[in-house]
């Protein structure tokens, strides 16, 4: 009896590795990933410091990280939320042996507003950000990276993204606007709208752009304020060919009228423009900003002091009315 009560464990211990092999154990290899936000804003150009890496009390910058396997299905996500640009999340997780690719978004929202609607992340091929159709200034800046990911059981490895800004950002300039009395607001038109971009299944963009055949869409709208020489906003687009761009001014009458010659552009994905109407000298500016540090647009195009700046309107819809 005694050796029997003895052998019973073997016997049991034998069984198991026999109904065992190693291609059973699934091994995880521990993952640390950083998520830099401070790339989507610091190759754009600012008027004054902290325009865009700042976002203002009331508001969350949200920075998204969703990882995918081989068949492009969410393995895992994490989110952190934060006051500005300037904070790096940081996640560990521990992951089998194999190739992902790690998305990392960020995203601006308010305690009553949505500058974007994100859907259908559970994949990469469903992956979908839509515009809620909003102006939104600096607020509405989307950044966006795909990052391929390679997961080995030899040892743990750190990972850094540098989040890109999705799009491009145009800084936009009313100056001189005491010329008239009789003005209600001023603003920028557009042909084009960014809608919304989908995911293909390597993490790379496809963007859908909506085209008129008239300037509906109001990219900047600022409320004229006699206390001010002029003011100035951003606007956030998708890349884009062939975009038509005028400013215009609403009239206290209730009637619009076109300001300048507008122009046609094409819209590239990371850079910064200025666009810029003199109310005064009827002189307009449409530049690509170039330079490698910041701020480094001409001096002598921002002579005027007292510009009104307004970062968010966010509650003004894109569609022209």
């Known amino acids: 009896m005694k050796k029997l009560l003895y052998c019973a464990p073997i016997l049991a211990l034998g069984m198991l590795a026999a109904s065992c092999s190693n291609e059973d154990i699934t091994v995880e290899s521990a993952v640390t990933i950083k998520v830099?936000?401070?790339?989507?804003?610091?190759?754009?150009?600012?008027?004054?410091?902290?325009?865009?890496s700042s976002i203002g009390r009331g508001y969350t910058l949200n920075v998204?990280?969703?990882?995918?396997?081989?068949?492009?299905?969410l393995?895992?996500?994490?989110?952190?939320?934060?006051?500005?640009?300037?904070?790096?999340?940081?996640?560990?997780?521990?992951?089998?042996?194999g190739d992902y690719t790690a998305v990392a978004m960020t995203h601006v929202t308010g305690s009553n507003i949505n500058y974007w609607n994100i859907a259908g992340t559970d994949r990469l091929d469903t992956f979908t950000v839509t515009d809620e159709g909003y102006i939104g200034g600096n607020r509405?800046?989307?950044?966006?990276?795909?990052?391929?990911?390679?997961?080995?059981?030899?040892?743990?490895?750190?990972?850094?993204?540098?989040?890109?800004?999705?799009?491009?950002?145009?800084?936009?300039?009313?100056?001189?606007?005491?010329?008239?009395?009789?003005i209600e607001e001023y603003k920028l038109l557009a042909n084009k709208s960014c809608d919304n971009l989908t995911?293909?299944?390597?993490?790379?963009?496809?963007?859908?752009?909506e085209t008129s055949q008239n300037l509906q869409w109001r990219m900047f709208l600022m409320d004229y304020n006699p206390d001010y020489s002029g003011g100035y906003s951003y606007s956030f687009m998708f890349p884009c060919t062939n975009i038509s761009l005028r400013f215009a001014a609403k009239l206290t009458s209730g009637s619009s009228v076109y300001l300048?010659?507008?122009?046609?552009?094409?819209?590239?994905?990371?850079?910064?423009?200025?666009?810029?109407?003199?109310?005064?000298?009827e002189q307009e500016d449409w530049l690509i900003y170039n330079g490698s540090n910041r701020p480094a647009a001409p001096t002598e195009s921002f002579e005027v002091d007292g510009l009104l700046y307004c970062p968010g309107s966010n509650s003004v819809k894109i569609a022209h009315k």
């Open 64 to 73: 998204d990280l969703f990882i995918y396997n081989e068949a492009g299905v």
């Open 140 to 182: 509405k800046i989307l950044g966006l990276s795909s990052y391929a990911l390679k997961v080995t059981e030899s040892n743990s490895r750190e990972h850094s993204i540098n989040v890109q800004c999705a799009g491009a950002v145009a800084f936009i300039n009313i100056q001189n606007w005491n010329r008239y009395s009789n």
């Open 260 to 281: 300048g010659s507008g122009c046609v552009a094409d819209i590239e994905k990371g850079k910064s423009y200025i666009f810029r109407y003199d109310v005064t000298s």
């Open 199 to 209: 995911l293909d299944s390597k993490g790379q963009p496809t963007y859908s752009v």
């Open 75 to 97: 393995v895992t996500s994490t989110s952190e939320q934060y006051s500005d640009y300037t904070h790096v999340m940081s996640t560990s997780l521990k992951l089998p042996a």
């Open 36 to 52: 830099n936000p401070a790339t989507v804003v610091s190759s754009l150009y600012e008027r004054t410091p902290g325009d865009l």
